[in-house]
């Protein structure tokens, strides 16, 4: 009795017997070269696909998430200056110091919204915008509190105004530095994403794998039949370089795009902005000190530090090199007013200190320097902008018409193999 095999095991033994008659060698090959392309066709648009939702998150949310986080960091900073500012003129308070203590509030308010729809509710960043948001009003109270007290003329009043600042520097600042660093973690990891490495790896092994199979599978067909040429295998081989020069294109271009976007783009803004918070720091360090008239403390040693640190010639600035060159000139008017402030109120005149701190030849000076920052910056981000939408460029495309030139390689070496199949029937 002969004994039957298992479905399977019989499966495996035909496909094995098939390798040794000329047909069946046919029919594997054209098994093959289905399931390449099927491979082609798959991996190509899964490769676009993942390309192209990289670089939008990158776009829409990752980038515009660091330009909220930074936008929250400097408003606070902008906003405790500001405070001290109006504090320090006594009385009632100038109307554009206090206009703008208001807006940079409402800036950091509306960015703190915007920034909670980017980002997961159970991030650090998440824990970062609420802690902002419930302190953002102890702050405004205390500031509240101060204006009231100063201009009744109480000299408590600038105890409150302390409290607000600690408040503001040692919690909602630094909460507001976590949320950027995130945002910067994001961005980062929104590049890495964006390039699909792994995809594209695996995009070139089936590429390569394909066309290795059509010009081997000619090359059988040429010493078997006789025939130098099987036209729709030879368009399928053409097609498949085709494929391959549009993706090599695409996404040498996004790969392009991408590092533009991060060199001419994010580095820079990220610098910038960096930059723009440390003069505004300077700023608050120096109202507060007479604020607090306390002479030379700890606020204006650390305002030392800050002016050491203010450098705008690396290659970070190389594409705003002369708005960076602005910048260090008007910064250095800035500091040249905030040592005559200091010399006159370390010997005595702190009334004349005060008057020329919130003078509008020093509030100018400060302004123009935050102003040509700003622009850098602003110019920085419309240049990410640019670079961004150039790279995303043809991937939503690809993502269709890649599997379609696969699907069409697969017809084509189907009806060349078909054509020698009916040979023996």
Not at 332 to 352: Q, V
Not at 361 to 385: I, N, P, W
Request: charged share 20%; with cysteine; net charge negative.
């Amino acid at each position: 009795m002969t004994a039957v095999q298992a479905p399977p095991r019989a499966a495996l033994t035909r496909l094995a017997g098939m390798r040794h008659t000329s047909p069946g060698r046919l029919q594997l090959l054209l098994v093959v070269l289905l399931v390449l392309t099927t491979l082609a066709g798959l991996v190509t648009g899964l490769t676009a696909a993942s390309a192209a939702a990289g670089t939008t998150d990158l776009r829409d949310r990752a980038q515009p998430l660091l330009a909220e986080a930074e936008t929250v960091w400097s408003s606070l900073a902008d906003a405790d200056a500001t405070a001290a500012q109006a504090f320090i003129s006594g009385g009632l308070e100038p109307p554009e110091l206090t206009s703008r203590y208001d807006e940079k509030l409402t800036a950091a308010a509306t960015a703190l919204t915007s920034a909670a729809r980017r980002v997961p509710e159970d991030s650090a960043g998440a824990e970062a915008i609420r802690s902002i948001a419930a302190g953002l009003g102890d702050y405004t109270a205390l500031v509240a509190t101060a204006r009231a007290l100063n201009r009744q003329g109480k000299p408590v009043g600038a105890a409150y105004l302390s409290t607000a600042s600690q408040l503001n520097r040692g919690t909602l600042q630094p909460q507001a530095q976590a949320l950027f660093q995130q945002a910067r973690r994001e961005a980062s990891a929104g590049y890495t994403d964006a390039r699909s490495s792994w995809w594209l790896m695996l995009l070139l092994v089936v590429l390569v794998g394909l066309g290795v199979a059509l010009i081997a599978t000619q090359a059988h067909l040429s010493r078997t039949t006789r025939r130098t040429f099987n036209v729709p295998l030879v368009a399928a081989t053409a097609l498949t370089v085709l494929l391959a020069l549009v993706c090599a294109g695409l996404f040498a271009h996004q790969r392009s795009g991408l590092e533009s976007a991060d060199q001419a783009g994010s580095a820079p803004a990220q610098a910038l902005a960096e930059t723009r918070m440390l003069v505004l720091r300077e700023r608050a360090d120096e109202a507060l000190t007479l604020a607090a008239r306390a002479g030379h403390g700890a606020l204006e040693e650390d305002f030392a530090l800050l002016r050491k640190r203010f450098v705008v010639s690396g290659e970070e600035f190389d594409e705003v090199r002369g708005l960076a060159t602005t910048a260090a000139q008007r910064h250095d008017a800035y500091l040249a007013l905030h040592d005559e402030i200091r010399k006159l109120d370390d010997n005595g005149d702190y009334e004349a200190a005060v008057k020329l701190a919130v003078s509008p030849e020093t509030r100018s000076a400060f302004d123009g320097l935050t102003t040509v920052l700003d622009e850098a910056l602003t110019d920085r981000r419309a240049a990410f902008d640019d670079e961004i939408r150039s790279a995303g460029l043809g991937l939503g495309a690809l993502t269709v018409l890649g599997p379609l030139l696969a699907l069409l390689i697969g017809v084509l070496a189907t009806l060349g193999l078909r054509a020698r199949l009916e040979e023996y029937r």
